[in-house]
C-alpha cells in the first residue's frame, strides 16, 4: 500500500473541498516499463479516497487511438484532466516523493477551476498564440519540483496552446541526456529553450515569452 491510513484522512479532508469530476488517465503496460504497476497503485489508491475521481487505464500498446489522443510518447503516464477537457496536464514516470503533492494540487485545480496565478501572469499567459511544449525534468527527491511543475500546469489549464509536462529524469535517461538535466528542476519549452531552478511564476512565463521570441533573453 502506498498511502497509509494517515496520508488517506488527511487527503480525504483535501478533497472535501473538490467540486467537479476529474478524470485521470493512466497509459501503462505490465511489461518493460519501470514503475508502471507502482504507478497504477498510487492513482488506484488517490481515486478511491473520493466520489469526484475517475481513473482510466489504458495500454500503451493496444489502446493506439487513445494514445494518440493524447499525444502519449512514453510510460507510465498520468493525465489529469475534466471528463470533456484535456488540459494539456501530463505526469511522465511516477509522481511520489515531493511530486506527490503537484499531482494532488494539479487534480485540485481542474476540480475546482481555479488556479493560484495572479491576475497579471493569467492574462499574459491567455494571450500566448503559439504552441508551448513546457518539460519540467525532475527527481522524487527534489523539495524545489512541485513548484516548477505546478506552474507548469497552471499554465496549461489557462491555454489549450499550451501542454506541460512533468519528466521523472532518472525514469527516462535517454531524454535527460538529450537534454543535459544535470540539475532539477530543468525546464525545457519547445525543445530549445531552458533554464533550471523553480523560478517564480512572472519568470517563468517571461522564460516562454523568450523561448517565442516575444522577449529578449
Sequence with gaps: MFLDQQAQNEIKKRFANLVNPVKI??????LECQYCRETRQILEELTALSDKLSLEVLNFISDKEQVEKYNID???ATVIASPDVDYGIRY????SGYEF????????????????LSDEVAEQVKMISEPVHIQVFVTPTCPYCPRA??????????????????????EF?????????????????????HFEGALPDEA????????LGKKQN
Design 25 to 30: 488517465i493512466n497509459f501503462t503496460q505490465s
Design 74 to 76: 512514453k510510460i507510465p
Design 92 to 95: 511522465y514516470g511516477i509522481p
Design 101 to 116: 503533492a503537484s499531482l494532488l494540487e494539479s487534480i485540485e485545480m481542474v476540480s475546482t477551476q481555479t488556479h493560484e
Design 149 to 170: 511543475v505546478y506552474t507548469g500546469h497552471q499554465l496549461a489549464f489557462l491555454n489549450k496552446n499550451i501542454r506541460a509536462d512533468m519528466v521523472e529524469a532518472t
Design 173 to 193: 535517461p535517454h531524454l535527460s541526456m538529450k537534454y543535459n538535466v544535470r540539475g532539477v528542476p530543468r525546464v525545457v519549452i519547445n525543445e530549445t529553450h
Design 204 to 211: 517563468f512565463v517571461d522564460e516562454i515569452l523568450k523561448a
